[in-house]
C-alpha cells in the first residue's frame, strides 16, 4: 500500500492560509511536488515537475475541497480520500 503524505497547511479545508501569488508546495519525491493555490472564490490544487537545467512544468489538477464536499471527480482533496 502506498504511504500516505501528510502536511499540516493542507490536510485541511485550508481556511486560515492567506491569499498569496506563491502556491503552498509539498515535494513528494525528487523533482515532483504537489501544491495549492489559494483564490479569492477558493483554491486549485497544482503538480509541478522540475528537471534542473532542463525542464519546469506546473499543471492545475483541479478545484479544490475548500467550501464544496470531495467528490474525487470535479472538487478535489488532500490527502485523497479513498472509500
Do not use: C
Not at 493555490?37 to 497544482?46: A, Q, T
Amino acid at each position: 500500500m502506498a504511504r500516505v503524505v501528510r502536511n499540516a497547511k493542507l490536510d485541511t479545508r485550508r481556511a486560515g492560509l492567506s491569499h498569496q501569488k506563491a502556491p503552498y508546495w509539498l515535494a513528494i519525491t525528487r523533482g515532483f511536488s504537489f501544491g495549492y493555490r489559494k483564490g479569492p472564490r477558493g483554491g486549485v490544487w497544482l503538480a509541478k515537475l522540475v528537471i534542473p537545467g532542463r525542464l519546469r512544468k506546473e499543471n492545475t489538477l483541479g478545484p479544490a475541497d475548500d467550501s464544496l464536499d470531495p467528490n474525487g471527480v470535479t472538487v478535489l482533496s488532500f490527502p485523497p480520500h479513498h472509500g
